[in-house]
């Protein structure tokens, strides 16, 4: 082998290893497009936390209030009020306790339904659909036979309505 053809082995071996270098540099790039396009599909979608069902609601029995249905009064009359901040509370509710109630995290519905008979139960579920970016609360009145027909309130505190969020609340009276 003569110096000329070593010369030429050594820069075709050069050229080989500097093609081989672009071909792992272009793998590598792709996997990082590839690794990043992933990363962003995971964690860049939808707020992942959102998890439709049965969410879960207290009132105001939870914060040491008794009796509310026939203790509280509301300024509304067959209707609800959307309570978010503590000057809410005390402008459309009038009760006999003033709970302690973190309204950065909660808000309250509450209201007040005239009865053609008496009371027998009050019951509350929230429900989330994600799909749609909605909370509806339903509220099941149950009557009574009695022939007093109060005016009774209900509340429920739920999780912190979103911005966008839309809510609805369902009235249901059966006896």
């Not at 069902?53 to 509301?74: K, P, Y």
Request: hydrophobic share 40%; proline share 2%; charged share 15%.
């Amino acid at each position: 082998m003569s110096v000329g053809q070593s010369k030429q082995i050594i820069l075709i071996e050069a050229l080989c290893l500097d093609n081989r270098y672009m071909y792992m540099k272009k793998v590598f790039f792709i996997l990082l497009t590839i690794s990043g396009f992933l990363t962003c599909v995971s964690s860049c979608t939808s707020d992942d936390s959102c998890n439709s069902g049965e969410v879960s609601i207290q009132d105001l029995q939870d914060f040491g209030c008794n009796n509310t249905a026939f203790s509280m009064t509301v300024a509304t009359l067959n209707d609800f009020e959307l309570i978010r901040t503590q000057e809410d509370y005390d402008r459309h509710i009038s009760a006999k306790c003033t709970p302690l109630i973190d309204w950065t995290g909660s808000d309250m519905i509450a209201g007040m339904i005239q009865l053609n008979q008496g009371l027998s139960s009050i019951d509350k579920v929230l429900v989330m659909n994600c799909a749609q970016n909605t909370l509806t609360l339903s509220i099941t009145i149950m009557t009574s036979a009695t022939l007093d027909a109060p005016n009774v309130s209900f509340n429920a505190i739920i999780p912190k309505i979103k911005d966008e969020q839309n809510l609805f609340v369902d009235f249901n009276i059966s006896g």
